[in-house]
């Protein structure tokens, strides 16, 4: 299995909505991701979480606030947001922190109204 | 200041010809580079990689080149196929940047049948 899950697909939110996006990797990894991508851009690092721990956080505004539970899930926690934060957000895994091969989930489109 | 650059937006190749992707990058201290397929509505793919101690990695119909001295790098597919058809994405790391990939822009490859 080197399936890495996201839901929703798709989230439209309101700017004083709180909402969250999940990811779920069952390949034993260790380090799980985020990313943001706007479009015709480059994929973004946001967060990095190495054993359950956050390792990164790439100066990344605290109307988003990641959450690892356990090694599998990484949940990525939504308030206040902005409009200009609409995006594709990637989660992302890979064996260990600096394993060099990350596996990336589609991506859930977020529309901020 | 882009350390990863896909000049070129787009590339359409007749189905069986040669693909050629490039890729330039500016920081000296990568040494890791990867490229990275991705679909619409789907996350990017691991495609393949090379360390900054080889020049040529193969993968089948993929053949990632690097050329260290003029900060280059290119993928190769032959034969071109239609599935082939995606945004490629060149993505690098340097040693002791704790697996932190920089994405190049990305290049949509569209293969005729």
Same mark, same amino acid.
């Given at each position: 299995d080197?399936?890495?899950t996201?839901?929703?697909?798709?989230?439209? *939110? /309101?700017m004083?909505?709180?909402?969250?996006?999940?990811c779920?990797?069952? *390949?034993?990894?260790?380090? *799980?991701?985020?990313?943001?991508?706007?479009?015709?851009?480059?994929p973004?690092? *946001?967060?990095?979480?190495?054993?359950?721990?956050?390792?990164?956080?790439?100066?990344?505004?605290?109307?988003f606030?990641?959450?690892?539970p356990?090694s599998?899930?990484?949940?990525?926690?939504?308030?206040?947001?902005?409009?200009?934060?609409?995006?594709?957000?990637?989660?992302?895994s890979s064996?260990?922190?600096g394993?060099?091969?990350?596996?990336? /989930?589609? /991506?859930?489109r977020?529309?901020v109204? | 200041?882009?350390?990863?650059?896909?000049n070129s937006? @787009?590339? @359409? &190749?007749q189905e069986?010809?040669i @693909?050629?992707?490039?890729?330039d990058?500016?920081?000296?201290?990568?040494?890791?580079?990867?490229?990275?397929?991705?679909?619409?509505?789907?996350g990017?793919?691991?495609?393949? @990689?090379?360390?900054?101690?080889?020049?040529?990695?193969?993968?089948?119909?993929?053949?990632?080149?690097?050329?260290?001295?003029?900060?280059?790098?290119?993928?190769?597919? &032959?034969?071109?196929?239609?599935?082939?058809?995606?945004v490629?994405?060149?993505?690098?790391?340097?040693?002791?940047?704790n697996s932190?990939?920089?994405f190049?822009?990305?290049?949509?490859?569209? &293969?005729r049948?």
């Open positions: 080197t399936e890495v996201q839901t929703p697909k798709h989230l439209v *939110m /309101g004083t909505n709180k909402k969250s996006l999940k779920e990797q069952h *390949m034993g990894h260790r380090a *799980m991701y985020w990313y943001k991508q706007k479009a015709k851009k480059p973004e690092l *946001m967060f990095v979480y190495s054993y359950e721990k956050l390792s990164i956080n790439e100066s990344v505004p605290s109307r606030s990641p959450e690892c356990n599998s899930l990484l949940n990525l926690h939504l308030h206040a947001l902005q409009p200009e934060d609409s995006a594709l957000y990637l989660c992302a064996q260990v922190f394993s060099y091969e990350q596996y990336f /989930g589609p /991506g859930t977020l529309t109204t | 200041d882009q350390q990863v650059k896909q937006p @787009s590339l @359409s &190749v069986g010809r @693909s050629i992707l490039n890729c990058y500016t920081n000296s201290m990568f040494d890791y580079f990867l490229w990275y397929k991705k679909y619409p509505a789907e990017p793919t691991f495609l393949i @990689s090379i360390s900054s101690i080889k020049d040529k990695n193969e993968d089948g119909r993929f053949t990632v080149f690097l050329n260290k001295s003029a900060k280059h790098l290119s993928l190769h597919i &032959v034969p071109s196929q239609p599935g082939d058809s995606a490629y994405f060149c993505a690098a790391s340097a040693s002791g940047a932190k990939l920089t190049g822009k990305g290049i949509t490859l569209s &293969v049948p």
